[in-house]
């Protein structure tokens, strides 16, 4: 568990791993540089529990925090929690279950998704309870896809062994890292497990989120995001160019959108942005209304007919920073 300022969430978060009714874990948590009283909310369970690993460190991020406890992780599995999210009491000891019948790379469960500003709720959960070899979760891939999230790390299972068999971790990235790690590990993988059950709770859309700002850095980490899973496509010989072009609008409208109407950065600031994510659409040979032609999905084609609109009303030139 990385953790970095979320003393508000920390106790739910702690306490849905140590109330497993599965007690023979170690619980490693990485405190990633926090000033908020999260150190002391931790010290609090360390005190009184013998499963908890910790390590305080500067911030660092929470690839390297990951990192750091993929490398202590001395168990068969390892899952991943985020700190400001939970757990259903019996999600190990379901896991468990899956582990003692097939002994897979990857188990995959389903989850909930909790819009702290609208209240409304989204499950995510695979299609059957199933196990797949690697053929079988090829012919399958876009079915698991589509009911259930490849990117997130929090609704797998992974094994220990077969992690350090293929030399996984995670890449240098505050957006995406997940998704990258996920998209490597399935490129590998051999077999693995479905679960038809929800036993992870996470809130989005929170006041202050980082999706609300506005970076060019996190523009091209999507797109990096977009090139792996594309390469991660190629490697299971899976056609879905149609899913990567969408992608790739979805990342370039919302960058233009947020850059448009954000209300705190200056208009030259905001042409100069604007520039820089032109740029990138020339460079993905996405800046040309002939593109409308190949995008059969008609809200990406609206998308991309808003970036043509205002993109063509920004000078262009080569942006290298």
Known sequence: MPVYNVKKYLDRSILSVLNQSFKDIEFIIINDGSTDGSHETIDSYLKKDKRIKYIHQANKGVSTARNIALSMALGDYVYFIDADDYIDKNLLLDMVSQIDKFNPDIIFFGYEMDSVRSGRKIDKIPYETSYLNRAEFVTNFGLIENS????????????????????????????????????????????????????????????????????LGRMRQRLRVINEYEHLCNVLNIRRQEVILQKRVNCFFGETKTTLFSKDILIVLKIKNLARIKTELIKYHLFNFNTLFKVSDYKSKIKLIFCLFVLSMIPWRNHND
Do not use: H
């Open 148 to 215: 259930v999230d490849i990117n997130s790390l929090w609704n797998k299972v992974y094994s220990n062994s077969f992690l350090s068999e293929i030399g996984a971790d995670f890449p240098d990235m505050s957006v995406g890292e997940d998704a990258v790690f996920n998209y490597y590990c399935l490129q590998n993988v051999r077999d693995i497990s479905l679960v038809k059950e929800k036993y992870y709770y996470y809130s989005f859309e929170r006041p202050g989120s980082a999706i609300n700002t506005v970076s």
